[in-house]
T-cell receptor, first 112, second 114 residues
Framework: EAQVTQNPRYLITVTGKKLTVTCSQNMNHEYMSWYRQDPGLGLRQIYYSMNVEVTDKGDVPEGYKVSRKEKRNFPLILESPSPNQTSLYFC???????????FGEGSRLTVL | AQSVTQPDIHITVSEGASLELRCNYSYGATPYLFWYVQSPGQGLQLLLKYFSGDTLVQGIKGFEAEFKRSQSSFNLRKPSVHWSDAAEYFCAVGGIQGAQKLVFGQGTRLTINP
């Protein structure tokens, strides 16, 4: 089944404790991206990647890192999480530039 | 810069009634337009998209949307809603230029009265 898989789905952590949210897609898509969803703000793009080893900042990259060492994986790294990073995070992939996004089920992160 | 406005944060309609969700966008070129739906606890699913051609596009679950360039709008419609349509709906705009990036509206939460 074609899908985007995120882990963990739920996480509660404390300020400053590094964490990684993994994202994997099995559709051989070139494009992958991370969004965060906050009430009243819709989805905002954090980082995106157009191919292996090619990543760039989205609208709200501060406090996040990403890497794209393999085509299928695009982990989101929070080196030193802060409470303002409490949010619902979505990974998405797309077969083409500007095309349809396929979303994971989301990862709800709480930073205390 | 691209932007998307969904003027209605929350809409309530009765089951069987018609529905229209509004979306206005700002984009400097011919946009790619999308509507996504998010059911509670789920990721986003594509309802329909407009890239070019016929300005009235059909999507899944009986939804349709009309692209009106003169009004910079891409409103979503359904003639008769079902209780299972209760969800949050997001309009998004993107384009072929530049990196793969969609800009989303704030979302409209749809509640269905029995």
């Amino acid at each position: 089944e074609a899908q985007v898989t995120q882990n963990p789905r739920y996480l509660i952590t404390v300020t400053g404790k590094k964490l990684t949210v993994t994202c994997s897609q099995n559709m051989n898509h070139e494009y992958m991206s991370w969004y965060r969803q906050d009430p009243g703000l819709g989805l905002r793009q954090i980082y995106y990647s157009m191919n292996v080893e090619v990543t760039d900042k989205g609208d709200v990259p501060e406090g996040y890192k990403v890497s794209r060492k393999e085509k299928r994986n695009f982990p989101l790294i929070l080196e030193s999480p802060s409470p303002n990073q409490t949010s619902l995070y979505f990974c998405a992939s797309s077969p083409e530039r500007g095309g349809v996004l396929f979303f994971g089920e989301g990862s709800r992160l709480t930073v205390l | 810069a691209q932007s998307v406005t969904q003027p209605d944060i929350h809409i309530t309609v009765s089951e069987g009634a018609s529905l229209e969700l509004r979306c206005n966008y700002s984009y400097g070129a011919t946009p790619y337009l999308f509507w996504y739906v998010q059911s509670p606890g789920q990721g986003l699913q594509l309802l329909l998209k407009y890239f070019s051609g016929d300005t009235l596009v059909q999507g899944i679950k009986g939804f349709e949307a009309e692209f009106k360039r003169s009004q910079s709008s891409f409103n979503l419609r359904k003639p008769s809603v079902h209780w299972s349509d209760a969800a949050e709906y997001f309009c998004a705009v993107g384009g072929i230029q530049g990196a793969q990036k969609l800009v989303f509206g704030q979302g409209t939460r749809l509640t269905i009265n029995p």
